[in-house]
């Protein structure tokens, strides 16, 4: 009993670390830390891929929150809040802002967009608390993260 436990603590871990990364589900399924398809580890790929897809299609709105979040995935807020704090350790608000500042991330290696217009761009309606966030995330301001191209 004690092994089949401890199997199940070790599979959640896995879990958690794999959906942490935001990473899509099989960018990851080729890799030999990918835990076995079980039923579970399927259906939590579904919800998972659901979630994103419903994240990026409204990735710029600034008015998109954990609510609406819910809405698409079709769940109330507090199951949305379970599940993703299951899968990722962060809650629907802190799971888009951070998937919000990856892109923006993104954006600023790839483009020679203004800080104010990536802000706007990944749904921050205002710059100077976008860069705050950035800044306290990754340890450089966005104009500052720019230049070293990390």
Known sequence: MLLLLAQQLTLRRRLMERYAALQLPEAKAASSEAPADTLDTLLEDTFFKQVL?????HLADADFGGEELARAVFLSLSQLNRKLNALTG???VQFLRDLRLRRAQELLHQTDLPVAAVADAVGFRDASYFARVFAREFGATPSEW???GD
């Open 146 to 148: 720019r230049v070293s």
């Open 53 to 57: 897809e419903a994240t990026h299609a």
């Open 90 to 92: 962060k809650s629907s």
